[in-house]
């Protein structure tokens, strides 16, 4: 049997977009970091998942809270893929020029730190969880911006490796510690002393 | 009623598109193939999330991928009634419309059961495929279009 042909694919998907039946958008992208499964939906990138997460539990929790319509395509997600390519490459780019659409995230408290870290803390600087907590509005809810953090949907371009113990070390990261010396190291943040 | 879980769209392209693909190639021919299964998927996805319930997604795929492939048949036939034959899967050399003509008063379900053991030359497990069903209730459906056609004929 002929497996269905790359171009055919892209050329549905694209298809599938233009007709407004899509709703949601994903493709894979091979990065220093491993490859990683990007999810877009209507107002922008609403999941990163990293190659240990199964790919079709990502998908499926996707599905349920967008709608069940997603397609992949490299093309329609090319200025995604060239901005976060270029970053994990080490181009020195900034990805707040990419859309994110939180949606994914339930907790309104959760969505607002992740907004405030995206729009406070640009690459090369880091910050505390404790800090970012206060940066948000809630000064004692150093824990929760753990929790936060954690959960984060959207990480790399939602900057969740840039929040660092207040203690010292690197602490926690959902891609694994090695992914979050990575990408600080790829931001030239390990070198220097941790910003308030 | 309980909400229904639907599989991502892309995981069902990803498991079957390879065999709908040779299915499509079988109704309409090497050259037409691909954009009937375009077509098809671009149905399907309009569908998607009206269905009822996630069972038989294969089998739904294959009937919406048959009806396609029958649609632009016949809008084709009309368009250009002295076009090139249609591939040789729907129609055989020798069709020369008849059947077409034959079946048409009897419902549509019949119609596509005849066409796909008949014209399509599937046995019964091939039309229970195409149809979502099993291959006992294949072959009642295409012996029910059979009665039909023969008391439509007696008529």
Same mark, same amino acid.
């Given at each position: 049997m002929t497996p269905l042909p790359a171009t055919f694919r892209e050329s549905l998907a694209s298809a599938a977009v233009r007709e407004g039946l899509a709703d949601g958008v994903f493709t894979r992208l091979s990065s220093p970091i491993g490859r990683l499964l990007v999810v877009s939906g209507p107002d922008g990138i609403c999941r990163i998942s990293f190659e240990e997460e199964p790919e079709d539990v990502t998908l499926a929790e996707v599905a349920l809270r967008l709608g069940p319509r997603i397609v992949a395509s490299d093309a329609e997600l090319a200025s995604t893929r060239d901005a976060l390519s270029g970053y994990l490459e080490? +181009?020195?780019? +900034?990805?707040?020029g990419i859309a994110v659409d939180?949606?994914?995230?339930?907790?309104p408290f959760r969505r607002t730190v992740l907004e405030t870290l995206r729009r406070e803390v640009g690459p090369g600087h880091t910050t505390a969880y404790g800090v970012l907590a206060a940066s948000a509005g809630h000064p004692r809810a150093a824990r929760a911006v753990g929790t936060a953090m954690a959960r984060n949907p959207v990480p790399i371009v939602v900057p969740c490796h840039r929040v660092l113990p207040g203690s010292g070390g690197l602490g926690n990261y959902g891609g694994g510690p090695a992914r979050k010396r990575a990408l600080l190291e790829l931001e030239g943040s390990l070198a220097s002393p941790l910003s308030p | 009623m309980a909400t229904v879980v639907l599989p991502p769209f892309w995981s069902l392209v990803e498991l079957h598109g390879d065999e709908l693909l040779a299915h499509a190639r079988r109704l309409a021919g090497d050259g037409d193939a691909e954009d009937i299964l375009q077509e098809a998927f671009l149905r399907a996805l309009r569908a998607y999330p009206r269905l009822r319930h996630a069972d038989h997604l294969r089998a739904w795929l294959y009937r919406v991928t048959t009806t396609t492939a029958y649609d632009a048949h016949r809008s084709r036939r009309r368009e250009r009634p002295t076009a090139k034959p249609p591939a040789v899967t729907v129609e055989?050399?020798?069709?020369?419309g008849a059947f077409e003509a034959l079946i048409e008063p009897l419902p549509e379900s019949a119609q596509v059961a005849l066409r796909l053991r008949f014209i399509e030359d599937l046995d019964y497990d091939g039309v229970a495929a195409a149809l979502g069903c099993s291959s006992v209730a294949a072959r009642q459906r295409v012996s029910t279009a059979v009665r039909s056609l023969r008391k439509q004929v007696a008529a």
């Amino acid at each position: 049997m002929t497996p269905l042909p790359a171009t055919f694919r892209e050329s549905l998907a694209s298809a599938a977009v233009r007709e407004g039946l899509a709703d949601g958008v994903f493709t894979r992208l091979s990065s220093p970091i491993g490859r990683l499964l990007v999810v877009s939906g209507p107002d922008g990138i609403c999941r990163i998942s990293f190659e240990e997460e199964p790919e079709d539990v990502t998908l499926a929790e996707v599905a349920l809270r967008l709608g069940p319509r997603i397609v992949a395509s490299d093309a329609e997600l090319a200025s995604t893929r060239d901005a976060l390519s270029g970053y994990l490459e080490g +181009d020195a780019g +900034d990805l707040r020029g990419i859309a994110v659409d939180l949606r994914l995230v339930s907790s309104p408290f959760r969505r607002t730190v992740l907004e405030t870290l995206r729009r406070e803390v640009g690459p090369g600087h880091t910050t505390a969880y404790g800090v970012l907590a206060a940066s948000a509005g809630h000064p004692r809810a150093a824990r929760a911006v753990g929790t936060a953090m954690a959960r984060n949907p959207v990480p790399i371009v939602v900057p969740c490796h840039r929040v660092l113990p207040g203690s010292g070390g690197l602490g926690n990261y959902g891609g694994g510690p090695a992914r979050k010396r990575a990408l600080l190291e790829l931001e030239g943040s390990l070198a220097s002393p941790l910003s308030p | 009623m309980a909400t229904v879980v639907l599989p991502p769209f892309w995981s069902l392209v990803e498991l079957h598109g390879d065999e709908l693909l040779a299915h499509a190639r079988r109704l309409a021919g090497d050259g037409d193939a691909e954009d009937i299964l375009q077509e098809a998927f671009l149905r399907a996805l309009r569908a998607y999330p009206r269905l009822r319930h996630a069972d038989h997604l294969r089998a739904w795929l294959y009937r919406v991928t048959t009806t396609t492939a029958y649609d632009a048949h016949r809008s084709r036939r009309r368009e250009r009634p002295t076009a090139k034959p249609p591939a040789v899967t729907v129609e055989p050399e020798h069709y020369d419309g008849a059947f077409e003509a034959l079946i048409e008063p009897l419902p549509e379900s019949a119609q596509v059961a005849l066409r796909l053991r008949f014209i399509e030359d599937l046995d019964y497990d091939g039309v229970a495929a195409a149809l979502g069903c099993s291959s006992v209730a294949a072959r009642q459906r295409v012996s029910t279009a059979v009665r039909s056609l023969r008391k439509q004929v007696a008529a």
